[in-house]
């Protein structure tokens, strides 16, 4: 091996190892940013299917919603129910609702709840509060999440696996819709050496997700040279 190609070597290994660790990065959405998670009654300016689109969300990812007791976030996996606003009738398996555990008819105040995201596909997310009318006015949206990496190990559960998958139903991109309390040991993921969690604000995590391509490229320019 000659000095150029040493040299070569000794420049792509460090790039390659640090691209090789930012690639077990998951990712945290704050859901609206700055908005928080409230309906157009609240803030006009708020659009949630516009702040999700162009992210990418994956298994192990987390969405963070800031809004006050007045508000709930129901997540499902089954488009019925997203579109008809209410969760009552909603299978537990596959929809659920995470509140204050308050009376939402009272003086409001600060609440904040960050969920993970447990399974591919459609998630549909909305406010269940006052009858479903926070949803019908714009406090709800739908994300498609793809494998990623997988599941931390602190996010698996062995129920999941035997859990039924939810059939496949139909999505109309034009529809709109008709008109489980937080557990008290819930947790993020904590971060280790092969699970960093990166905080951001709504930010694409494409760039992490793309990183195994840029080894090959560093990998294949290293050999040329040579």
């Given at each position: 091996?000659?000095?150029k190609?040493?040299t070569?070597?000794?420049?792509l ?11 077990q ?11 928080g ?6 803030n ?13 969300f994956s298994?192990g990812?987390f969405l963070?919603f800031n809004?006050n007791t ?6 499902t ?11 009552n009738?909603?299978?537990?398996r ?9 009376d939402?008819n009272?003086?409001?105040g600060p ?8 399974k ?6 909305f ?5 479903g009318?926070q949803?019908?006015s714009?406090?709800?949206?739908r ?11 602190s996010?698996?559960?062995?129920v ?9 139903q139909?999505d109309?991109?034009?529809s ?22 990166k905080q951001t ?5 494409s760039s992490?997700k ?13 050999i040329?040279?040579?």
């Open positions: 091996m000659d000095s190609c040493r070569v070597l000794c420049l290994l460090p790039l390659v190892f640090l691209t090789s660790s930012t690639a990065a998951y990712t945290n959405y704050t859901v609206g940013d700055d908005l998670w409230y309906d157009n009654t609240e006009s300016k708020i659009n949630y299917q516009k702040w999700a689109a162009g992210k990418n298994l990812d963070i809004t007045n508000h709930s976030v129901v997540q996996y089954n488009f019925t129910i997203y579109k008809k606003c209410d969760f009738d909603a299978d537990s596959d929809t659920t609702e995470y509140s204050s555990q308050g939402y009272q003086a409001a609440w904040s709840i960050a969920i993970p995201l447990k591919e596909g459609m998630n549909y997310f406010s269940s509060f006052y009858d009318d949803c019908k714009g406090q709800r949206f994300i498609n999440v793809i494998h990623g990496q997988g599941l931390p190990d996010l698996k559960n062995p999941d696996a035997s859990s039924p998958s939810p059939q496949p139909q109309d991109d034009t709109t819709p008709d008109t489980a309390n937080i557990p008290g040991n819930f947790n993020k993921p904590v971060p280790s050496s092969s699970e960093n969690v604000s709504g930010a694409s995590a992490i793309s990183t195994g391509l840029g080894v090959l490229l560093l990998g294949i320019f290293g040329w040279v040579c």
